[in-house]
């Protein structure tokens, strides 16, 4: 049986202002989901553009990394970058980078010395997300190399937490 | 459910990434919010925090010098900040189990999953208007109660020691759904 406990532990529920506030009969905007995706399609080519540049950015930070592997500013650069790519990739038009961005950033921060120590395994990652961006794969080999870069990842987080 | 006008939202959005911050603004403009504010750090967030009024924070959790989370808790405290209630929404590339739990810890009400999609956006604004969750304050934590499920008709014996003793006890919800 659980233990009770002495310690008072107080439930706000605060009016609900927002609902107040926002609630309507009919919403201005009809479909905002079809409003946003449509706002999206618009400014692709700029989303396009803006990725780009971070995977220029993510090249230069991992070779900023590998110069100095134990230097942990040069390290948490590279991740800040894979998590940006990570947030722009699919707008930008590249989905597949996505999946490696993913498995990158799982190298990254998982555990201590992990990317320090796999220095190759990074490089692998950065390389591939070049490569999507040069179209260079196809989606299908795009997808086998992300399982494969994946699962390696995954192998040594495991080993290493 | 109901119908929102987000022309009447005023949401502040933080990211030191200006491309992400376009981003959700471009999304956000769609939805019809039309007063949209944005920050670039976690600093520049209070000050804007302290000088507008804020309905919803969507924030970046990597930043320096002030990360999302220092960011949550600073709000939470309520010392510095006009509103500890504020509902913040964590879009981040961090999205691993441990990671939401740190978030939740801090006071994130709802945690966003990069990359950003207007779904994923829109189904979290409706359900910060439309189905807040209460606050809780205990010793340790105050913040959006981390277990959605309605406590105040529970009658069985307390579990929660303090905020560390919940961790255990987490019913994951919609934010295992974005880890996955």
């Not at chain 2, 207007?118 to 010793?139: D, E, H, K, W």
């Amino acid at each position: 049986m659980a233990k009770q406990v002495q310690k008072p532990i107080e439930f706000i529920t605060p009016p609900n202002v927002l609902r107040a506030k926002l609630a309507t009969k009919t919403a201005p905007i009809k479909n905002p989901l079809a409003a946003a995706n449509r706002a999206l399609a618009d400014m692709s080519s700029e989303c396009t553009k803006w990725v780009d540049e971070e995977i220029d950015r993510l090249h230069e930070r991992r070779q900023a990394f590998v110069a100095k592997p134990e230097d942990a500013n040069a390290l948490e650069d590279l991740t800040h970058t894979a998590m940006d790519v990570k947030g722009l990739a699919g707008p930008g038009g590249y989905p597949d980078a996505d999946a490696f961005a993913v498995s990158l950033i799982a190298l990254l921060t998982s555990a201590d010395k992990l990317a320090a120590n796999n220095i190759e395994l990074v490089e692998a990652h950065v390389d591939a997300i070049r490569a999507t961006r040069e179209k260079a794969y196809s989606a299908k080999v795009a997808g086998a190399l992300a399982a494969e870069l994946s699962a390696r990842t995954a192998e040594l987080v495991n080993e290493a937490t | 459910m109901d119908a929102y006008d987000f022309s009447r939202l005023t949401v502040l959005v933080v990211d030191d990434n200006c491309h992400m911050r376009q981003l959700v603004r471009k999304i956000l403009y769609a939805f019809g919010c039309r007063t949209i504010h944005d920050a670039a750090d976690g600093t520049q967030a209070i000050t804007m925090l302290q000088t507008h009024q804020i309905d919803i924070l969507i924030a970046d959790w990597m930043m320096k010098p002030m990360d999302g989370i220092e960011l949550t808790k600073i709000i939470r405290k309520g010392e510095v900040v006009p509103n500890p209630y504020v509902p913040v929404i964590m879009l981040t590339a961090h999205t691993t189990m441990q990671n939401i739990l740190v978030a939740r810890e801090a006071g994130v009400t709802e945690y966003l999953a990069k990359p950003l999609t207007p779904r994923s956006l829109l189904t979290r604004l409706q359900m910060v208007i439309g189905n807040p969750r209460p606050f809780v304050r205990t010793a340790q934590f105050f913040g959006p109660d981390r277990r959605r499920k309605d406590s105040s008709f529970y009658t069985g014996p307390e579990r929660r020691e303090d905020a560390e003793s919940t961790k255990d006890t987490f019913e994951l919800d919609d934010m295992e759904e974005d880890a996955a």
